[in-house]
């Protein structure tokens, strides 16, 4: 175990180190993955401290859970699926399903991406540890590889850059009429989710990794990600929602759907809160949700239950929520999940097909990964969260997303009031 005072370099020769007599033990085709435990220091800060043109340390992925309980950055891949892949042994996936698979145009974020790190930090209850991960012959010295290329970590700085433009797509009007369309729908389509993109573009190249450090501390209860697969574009979010997590054949996921803005003050606040929970229209968008869910996992044979509706609050908004337990059929898979779970009503609509058509003809831009689902899979674990709340930021530009739920009763300016308070706080950093 290294003390606190070795510094950066210090702990590479002790990784190299350990890499060489695991070399020594198991042979150019080791059988097992090897675990390093290290002294802790910041995992953003790695990321940020990588230079731009190390192609090892690509693709380059931060993960961390809604509950804090592990913090992941990883470097490098030694496998890549554009399907879902089914784990064996001591494999781990990183990745995600874009919203639709039908004409996802976005550079680097295929419909389906998934890949198995080279190098996996993760700290956990405090402690730092590095995954080497290994398949077949060379594996040692690819890893090698990578860990000469590693640059110290950089510490996170905050944002500090001026937005120069914005352009909504749609617009304003356009967004009115799009509103307008979808409640002529209601009666094939009760309930879709409408989505805008916002490009702001900057004076100088946005840094991606002090952008989800800062977005993290205002949001702490989301998950945190981010993807970047070339030097182009990451794809980073913070999200308050999961699309599941499972251990073993338990799985929790939830409905969450519904919004309401923060109070300025506590009685504000409250009186916010308790609207939530007794609005109808929010009750309608929440409750299509949780029946999607439901009816999806009992035809997946899980034995389901669902807690009472209650309030999440965030900085900016505060949704409608009910968490839904199951126990899964021992057949069913992590794909078996993903493809009946996503895209719920909470980002597409119900029912699911017309409406994911709906939004792929009016909608005016390509959602790629926005509402997507991110995560990673195991034998015994998965994690998927919602990929909302999210932005793809490529140099001095950044899109942002978001997008609300259209039921009977549904007004147009409200709506776009909710679009605005749920990309409240990335403008807030960036002071627009
Ligand atoms: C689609 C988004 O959020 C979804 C829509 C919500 C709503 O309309 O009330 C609430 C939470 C999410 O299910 C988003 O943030 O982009
Ligand atoms: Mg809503």
């Known amino acids: 175990m290294l003390t606190a005072e070795h510094n950066f370099n210090l702990m590479v020769i002790?990784?190299?180190?350990?890499?060489q007599q695991f070399a020594i033990k198991q042979g150019d085709k080791p059988s097992c993955n090897l675990v390093i435990p290290l002294t802790p220091f910041d995992l953003l800060g790695l990321l940020k401290g990588q230079s731009l043109d190390s192609d090892a340390l690509y693709p380059r992925i931060y993960w961390e859970d809604i509950e804090h309980l592990q913090t992941i950055a990883c470097f490098g891949a030694i496998d890549e699926c554009?399907?879902?892949?089914?784990?064996?042994?001591?494999?781990?996936?990183?990745?995600?399903?874009?919203?639709?698979?039908?004409?996802?145009?976005?550079?680097?974020?295929?419909?389906?991406?998934?890949?198995?790190?080279?190098?996996?930090f993760t700290l956990e209850q405090q402690k730092l540890r590095l995954t080497c991960h290994f398949n077949g012959a060379n594996s040692i010295e690819k890893s090698l590889l990578l860990i000469n290329c590693l640059?110290?970590?950089?510490?996170?700085?905050?944002?500090?850059?001026?937005?120069?433009?914005?352009?909504?797509?749609?617009?304003?009007?356009?967004?009115?009429?799009?509103?307008?369309?979808?409640?002529?729908?209601?009666?094939?389509?009760?309930?879709?989710?409408?989505?805008?993109?916002?490009?702001?573009?900057?004076?100088?190249k946005v840094n991606q990794w002090d952008l989800i450090n800062q977005w993290q501390e205002a949001n702490p209860n989301s998950f945190h990600f981010a993807f970047q697969f070339s030097t182009n574009h990451t794809f980073i979010g913070c999200s308050p929602e999961r699309l599941f997590s499972r251990e073993n054949n338990r799985l929790k996921t939830e409905a969450l759907a519904g919004t309401v803005n923060?109070?300025?003050?506590?009685?504000?606040?409250?009186i916010l809160r308790q609207s939530l929970l007794s609005d109808k229209k929010i009750d309608r968008e929440n409750y299509l949700v949780q029946e999607f869910i439901v009816s999806s996992l009992k035809r997946l044979k899980a034995e389901v239950?669902?807690?009472?509706?209650?309030?999440?609050?965030?900085?900016?908004?505060?949704?409608?929520?009910?968490?839904?337990?199951?126990?899964?059929?021992?057949?069913?898979?992590?794909?078996?999940?993903?493809?009946?779970?996503?895209?719920?009503?909470?980002?597409?609509?119900?029912?699911?097909?017309?409406?994911?058509?709906?939004?792929?003809?009016?909608e005016h831009y390509n959602r790629g990964w926005y509402a997507g689902t991110v995560g990673y899979l195991r034998v015994d674990k998965s994690d998927f969260s919602v990929a909302i709340r999210s932005a793809l930021v490529s140099s001095n530009k950044?899109?942002?997303?978001?997008?609300a739920g259209i039921v009977v009763g549904s007004i147009a300016d409200q709506e776009w009031q909710e679009l605005e308070n749920?990309?409240?706080?990335?403008?807030?950093?960036?002071?627009?």
């Open 14 to 19: 002790f990784i190299r180190e350990q890499l």
């Open 82 to 120: 554009t399907y879902i892949p089914e784990p064996i042994g001591e494999a781990c996936y990183f990745g995600g399903l874009a919203f639709q698979q039908q004409g996802v145009q976005w550079a680097d974020f295929p419909e389906i991406l998934f890949i198995r790190p080279a190098l996996e």
């Open 151 to 204: 640059q110290k970590p950089v510490s996170p700085d905050a944002v500090n850059n001026i937005v120069v433009s914005r352009e909504d797509l749609p617009n304003r009007q356009q967004w009115a009429e799009l509103v307008e369309s979808a409640i002529e729908y209601k009666a094939l389509i009760p309930k879709v989710v409408l989505s805008r993109q916002t490009e702001l573009i900057c004076e100088q």
């Open 262 to 270: 923060r109070g300025r003050e506590p009685r504000e606040d409250a």
């Open 305 to 362: 239950t669902c807690s009472e509706p209650h309030v999440m609050q965030l900085l900016n908004v505060q949704h409608l929520r009910v968490e839904i337990n199951a126990k899964l059929n021992a057949q069913t898979k992590d794909a078996h999940l993903l493809h009946n779970l996503h895209p719920t009503p909470a980002v597409g609509g119900c029912p699911k097909l017309p409406a994911l058509q709906f939004i792929n003809d009016k």
């Open 398 to 403: 950044i899109k942002l997303f978001a997008g």
């Open 422 to 432: 749920k990309i409240h706080t990335i403008l807030d950093i960036l002071s627009v």
